[in-house]
């Protein structure tokens, strides 16, 4: 349904999530990325930090976009009461975010900037997501066998943890999983 025209689209991301999520609106695209650090202003609010992630990322690729090129750039944070998860170093970490996680509510908040040598629109989708207690034996056996390592607040919605734990979900489902593709057609729809 979305007519690019002769417009090239660029995902600026090797998440096979979010490949997953663009296929679904069947379009073709081509991955690249760029290496970007994932830093921000200490002093930034929480809620605007996956937005300027994202522009970071697809501002990354201007000095080279063709006229005919598009990207599009994502990030996704998890905030609980107030702070920042990302992405978990090592095994001790990720099971600190998921005991932090276990039993409350968090936010998690997706950005994404769309980005061609004329235009930049960026947006952010946000969710709230209940957890369940979680056990122990739970969490080691998701760490140990999904290793998280590559998810902010050391989970999929997607995968294991996301079945079980999981208990209430407000927003968009693809949101938390690292693209809000209702928002990306959208955006897209009218480029």
Do not use: C
């Amino acid at each position: 349904m979305i007519d690019l025209k002769d417009k090239k689209l660029i995902l600026a991301s090797r998440s096979p999530r979010r490949q997953e999520l663009l296929k679904g609106l069947h379009l073709d695209f081509e991955i690249r990325v760029k290496e970007t650090e994932e830093d921000f202003p200490d002093d930034m609010p929480a809620g605007q930090v996956a937005s300027f992630l994202s522009e970071k990322k697809a501002l990354a690729f201007e000095p080279e976009l063709k006229d005919n090129e598009l990207v599009l750039a994502s990030d996704t944070v998890v905030v609980l009461e107030g702070k920042i998860l990302g992405k978990p170093a090592d095994l001790k970490e990720a099971k600190n975010m998921l005991l932090s996680l276990s039993g409350k509510d968090h936010e998690v908040i997706t950005g994404f900037t769309v980005l061609s040598q004329t235009k930049r629109v960026s947006l952010i989708d946000k969710a709230k997501v209940t957890f369940k207690l979680l056990t122990e034996e739970e969490m080691d056996f998701y760490i140990t066998h999904f290793q998280p390592f590559d998810k902010a607040g050391a989970y999929g919605i997607q995968e294991w943890m996301g079945f079980i734990g999981v208990e209430k979900l407000e927003g968009s489902f693809y949101t938390v999983m690292g693209l809000p593709v209702h928002l990306v057609y959208r955006v897209l729809n009218e480029w």
